[in-house]
Nanobody, 124 residues
Framework: QLQASGGGLVQTGGSLRLSCAAS????????MGWFRQSPGKEREFVAA????????YYADSVKGRFTISRDNAKNTVYLQMNSLKPEDTAVYSC???????????????????WGQGTLVTVSS
C-alpha cells in the first residue's frame, strides 16, 4: 500500500515536498516512481528511483528543480519540488514496480501498484 501526501497550494517559485509512505514492501528494494496528471492530459512520468544500482531519473521538464529521494528507515520516498511553475499543477501519484525489477520505466503501465494522488496547485 502506498500513501501519498504533501500536496497543496503554492505560489510560482515556491517549494513543496511530497511523501509516499509504503507499507507491505521495503522502498529500498523496489523501483519507485512519481507521476502526475493534469486535467485533459495523460499521466506523465516525473521522477523515479532505482535500488540496484542506486540511481535517480527525471523528466526533462523537472530536471534541476525536483529531487527524488528515499528514507529507508521511514520506508518513505520523497519528491522535493523547488522553483514550482503553474505548469507543474497536477495530481501527483507515487507508484512501485514489481518485486525484483531494477530497471526504471517511464510509462505508467510499467508500475504495478499505485497510491492515491495528492493535488499540487501552483498559482501564478
Amino acid at each position: 500500500q502506498l500513501q501519498a501526501s504533501g500536496g497543496g497550494l503554492v505560489q510560482t517559485g515556491g517549494s513543496l515536498r511530497l511523501s509516499c509512505a509504503a507499507s507491505g514492501r521495503t522502498v529500498s528494494a523496489y523501483v519507485m516512481g512519481w507521476f502526475r496528471q493534469s486535467p485533459g492530459k495523460e499521466r506523465e512520468f516525473v521522477a523515479a528511483i532505482s535500488w540496484s544500482p542506486d540511481s535517480t531519473y527525471y523528466a526533462d521538464s523537472v530536471k534541476g528543480r525536483f529531487t527524488i529521494s528515499r528514507d529507508n528507515a521511514k520506508n518513505t520516498v520523497y519528491l522535493q519540488m523547488n522553483s514550482l511553475k503553474p505548469e507543474d499543477t497536477a495530481v501527483y501519484s507515487c507508484a512501485v514496480r514489481g518485486q525484483g525489477i531494477t530497471v526504471v520505466h517511464r510509462r505508467p503501465g510499467g508500475y504495478k501498484y499505485w497510491g492515491q494522488g495528492t493535488l499540487v496547485t501552483v498559482s501564478s
